[in-house]
């Protein structure tokens, strides 16, 4: 089988099965859910939020705060979401399993061995050439998780647009695992302790990305000008600023508002790059309470590095799932064509089988950064009715359920639900719990 059909039987296998749940999802006026359109996720959802007052943030109860009909849309998006994300994930382990199993991954070893004669460069297109077969397994999926998104009115990318993105962060997974793959296999070349040095090896590449990703990769989707302060942030700025122990930190604006009116506030880099991130959407549409609170939780990540913490402990769990991959494959038995490079694509499966049963941990880990990063924003600010009405305008806008199942909240989520920190900001009881 040569490899041309492997891949249209890659994309054929994760079409199936995302037709499959493309025909089980509901449409939005499917059971008297609203249609979630462009315009009712924008305007009309920032205004409704922006009119409760304070009195209202500080005493009702979340379910009394956000809007009942997107709500009752939350649940079906998160429900074909989640089920999405794991048909993606599983037709990328089901891919390289097959890929392996059929003598494919050994014929495509051998055409490129014929065109390479460098062993690094053999192993860097092995590499690169396995990210772009597991994107093209995952296509079908990942096309109508964008399709939903559309449906639902969380983007408004066009779908030439999203294609271009989606091909861009192809090429630049493609060049990460290329390098990894050689880096690897040279160490396997020259020490038996190659996993050690690997694991090293990792650790300095983390660090490497998150240095360069708001200075090189960033840019590549987004524009970023610097936060121009109006008189109405400056001082309450500098005040959160002074009580978290830093000044001058750099914020910078992203122009998202072409792709989604959801806002967002993150900090990106590390050392010299690391900088808070906002959305010009946040700016737009948020109250400058909201603002000042989102940006004192970016301040308190800021100083503690938990942006940097969150990817080492990826890279420590991404480490721990190549171990198992590597030690399942092990003993498993060659096939009469293998080599280290054609079994590449058996660890890659078994690593992505071991970070679905770890993806758990990773989560756990997030959520306790977010909910840390909640309760600095609302001690350095002391406006919790400002953190509330955040909490509110992003559970709406992001159509994210108050109170998730348990097995969601377990699996699926990297931040606390927003039903349990609307409660926590006002003083009330979990209702999450």
């Not at 694991?199 to 840019?219: D, E, Y």
Request: with cysteine; proline share 6%; hydrophobic share 50%.
């Amino acid at each position: 089988m040569r490899w041309p059909r492997a891949c249209s039987l890659a994309v054929l296998f994760s079409a199936v099965f995302a037709a499959a749940a493309l025909a089980g999802i509901r449409p939005a006026f499917a059971a008297g859910t609203p249609k979630i359109s462009a315009s009712i996720l924008s305007d009309p959802v920032d205004r409704r939020v922006t009119a409760l007052s304070k009195t209202a943030l500080l005493h009702l109860p979340g379910a009394k705060l956000v809007d009942p009909r997107r709500q009752e849309a939350a649940r079906t998006f998160r429900t074909d979401t989640q089920t999405l994300f794991l048909i993606w994930a599983f037709s990328q382990i089901l891919a390289f399993f097959y890929l392996w199993g059929s003598g494919t991954a050994a014929r495509l070893r051998d055409a490129l061995r014929r065109m390479i004669s460098s062993k690094i460069a053999l192993r860097f297109s092995y590499g690169a050439a396995l990210a772009g077969y597991a994107a093209l397994a995952a296509f079908p999926s990942s096309l109508a998780q964008y399709k939903i998104d559309l449906i639902y009115g969380l983007t408004s990318q066009p779908v030439g647009g999203w294609l271009h993105d989606s091909l861009l962060h192809v090429a630049l997974d493609a060049i990460a695992t290329g390098l990894i793959v050689a880096f690897i296999l040279a160490l396997v070349d020259q020490t038996r302790l190659w996993y050690l040095y690997g694991a090293a090896g990792l650790f300095a590449f983390t660090l490497g990305i998150n240095v360069l990703l708001p200075v090189v990769v960033s840019p590549l989707f987004n524009r970023f000008t610097p936060l121009a302060v109006n008189s109405r942030l400056r001082q309450p700025i500098r005040r959160i600023e002074a009580k978290a122990g830093i000044g001058g930190a750099p914020i910078e604006v992203a122009d998202l508002s072409a792709r989604s009116e959801i806002a967002t506030a993150d900090v990106s880099g590390f050392g010299p790059t690391r900088r808070i991130v906002v959305s010009d959407t946040l700016l737009q549409n948020a109250t400058p309470g909201e603002v000042v609170f989102l940006l004192a939780r970016e301040f308190a990540r800021y100083t503690h590095g938990d942006g940097f913490r969150v990817a080492l402990y990826g890279t420590f769990l991404f480490i721990l799932c190549t171990g198992i991959g590597v030690g399942v494959a092990d003993r498993i038995p060659f096939r009469r064509d293998d080599d280290p490079l054609a079994r590449l694509t058996l660890v890659g499966a078994l690593l992505g089988s071991a970070a679905l049963v770890v993806l758990p941990a990773f989560n756990v880990y997030e959520r306790h950064i977010e909910d840390r990063a909640d309760r600095f924003g609302i001690l350095l600010t002391g406006d919790r009715a400002s953190a509330v009405r955040a909490f509110v305008r992003f559970a709406d806008d992001s159509l994210s359920p108050l109170c998730p199942s348990r097995a969601a909240t377990f699996y699926f989520l990297t931040q606390p639900p927003f039903g349990s920190r609307i409660a926590r900001a006002q003083g009330r009881p979990d209702p999450c719990r």
